[in-house]
């Protein structure tokens, strides 16, 4: 695709001014051509970089040695760059080097369009890249520091004091007539407030620009996705069809369900029925973890013939509805389990819906009374709310998962509902048959370096998916009668 005009081609020669340094402020964008398969490629392997930066936030130190030594493993096996060259004076990179750098200059581009569509996106994608730089700027030499201001026509010596409000609350400058003069040590704290102002005001330009970018029948679906990217396992996958009862249901939802789902689970058997949203949510999700279609077929008809819905009409408005979303009628498309970030970013409840993500849209206050309900103790209550405060809810989940397991160090990335449930019954079964049955989903992590063709492969198609679930229409099976 072409992302400039007017200007001429990046040289991909190594001596190219571009990539002279291997920190930037991403000021210029990329100007070459690219194709669909490596744009792809590129903006999925940034997803997965951003989001390890957001774990490793919260489980621990920034910038301690085992975050830094994580997070270099991580840039190492994406494929971004992770050390800096021996020699940054020399006029020459290695070509390895150069395509590391490349890439990190494309992604952040591609990311700021998918990202910049709401404001928890900008929101959420700006604190990553701000800890990523931090992150990347602490691991140079002063020299190399010294360079790179100078390379941006940064000079951060005196400032006027609103730049500098962190050091001056601290007392760490000093303040004369208005303008703080700033120790060498401390010149991260600037650095890092213009990078973010800066990417913030770029990420608002680019909204504007969004109409435009969106024309582009390529680019929409792959970018909406994005934004609620998941490059876990494929749960549509059925590897352990039959091997749920509908007996264990209920002793399940209590065990290893995750709290989205068990609320409604809770909610189905307390109404006997669950609107559009819910019903794709949890029908989806029992799907994933072994019901069959017949099984299927009698759980709801057996729950909602409960109610006011009697045989027949669950036959006629609504037996159709579960068939398609086992493939078996219309276009006959495969429904994937919805991932936490779809789950999070897509169709927020409204008044009488019990689908969504607990952690996103609850009230605080009822997200607290349904911990306490659930038996986690108050300190663990506040730990999962101050996770909450900072919008990291997939690790509030994740904090529940440990919680709720007994368990001081879950050892996986939580982003999928059926994810939870496997690692749920790995952990209450020793790891037995778990692990040979259903794959691991930890497995993607490990071998992330391998699988990046694979894994933009999977998000192209789980874009298209998501473009033929909305032209299919759905909600017209799944009317509430």
């Known amino acids: 695709m072409q992302f400039g005009s007017r200007r001429k081609k990046i040289d991909t020669s190594p001596q190219t001014e571009l990539y002279g340094h291997a920190l930037q402020f991403y000021v210029q964008p990329p100007l070459e051509n690219i194709s669909l398969s490596e744009f792809e490629t590129f903006a999925v392997d940034r997803v997965k970089l951003l989001k390890t930066i ?19 493993n991580e840039s190492r096996n994406l494929n971004f760059p992770y050390k800096l060259e021996a020699d940054e004076k020399k006029s020459q990179i290695g070509q390895d080097e150069y395509e590391k750098r490349r890439k990190d200059h494309i992604s952040h581009f591609i990311l700021r369009l998918a990202y910049c569509q709401t404001e928890d996106l900008r929101r959420w994608f700006i604190q990553q890249e701000v800890d990523l730089f931090r992150y ?12 790179f201001l100078h390379r941006n026509n940064l ?54 620009s969004l109409p435009a970018v969106h024309s582009d029948e390529r680019l929409q ?18 590897k352990n069809v039959g091997k749920i009862s509908l007996e264990q249901i209920d002793s399940l939802s209590g065990k290893s369900f995750p709290l989205c789902m068990k609320q409604l689970h809770q909610s189905l058997r307390e109404n006997h029925h669950l609107r559009h949203g819910g019903r794709m949510q949890y029908g989806l999700f029992l799907k994933g973890i072994g019901l069959s279609l017949e099984q299927a077929l009698q759980f709801w008809r057996s729950e909602f013939t409960r109610g006011k819905v009697d045989a027949d009409k669950f036959d006629k408005a609504y037996a159709y509805s579960i068939r398609h979303m086992f493939g078996k009628e219309g276009k006959r498309t495969d429904y994937t389990p919805y991932s936490c ?12 819906d019990h689908h969504g993500c607990p952690f996103r849209h609850s009230d605080p206050e009822l997200l607290k009374q349904k911990l306490q309900f659930y038996k986690v103790s108050p300190s663990g209550i506040s730990q999962i709310l101050e996770l909450v405060k900072g919008m990291h809810y997939q690790l509030a ?34 790891g037995k048959d778990i692990k040979r049955e259903m794959e691991a989903p930890q497995r993607s992590q490990e071998n992330s370096a391998a699988r990046g063709s694979t894994a933009a492969r999977e998000a192209a198609a789980n874009a298209s998916q998501d473009l033929a679930e909305m032209t299919e229409d759905l909600d017209s099976f799944f009317q509430d009668a």
Not at 221 to 238: M, R, T, W
């Open 221 to 238: 679906p792959l970018l909406n996705h994005l934004s609620h990217a998941y490059v876990g396992q494929d749960y549509s996958i059925q």
């Open 341 to 352: 970030m779809k789950v999070i970013l897509s169709n927020p409840p409204s008044q009488g």
């Open 54 to 72: 957001e774990n490793l936030g919260v489980s621990y130190v920034k910038l301690s040695e085992d975050y830094k030594k994580k997070l270099w």
């Open 155 to 208: 000079q951060y010596n005196t400032v006027p004091f609103q730049d500098a409000l962190d050091l001056v609350r601290t007392r760490k400058v000093y303040l004369k007539a208005g303008y703080v003069y700033i120790p060498h040590q401390d010149i991260v704290t600037i650095v890092l407030n213009d990078f973010r102002t800066r990417l913030s005001k770029a990420l608002a330009l680019t909204a504007r």
């Open 136 to 147: 990347r700027f602490d691991g140079m030499l002063s020299d190399q520091k010294r360079e």
């Open 397 to 430: 989940c994740q904090k529940y998962f440990e919680l709720t397991h007994n368990v001081s160090d879950s050892n996986f990335s939580l982003n999928h509902p059926n994810q939870y449930f496997i690692e749920s019954q790995r952990v209450l079964g020793g």
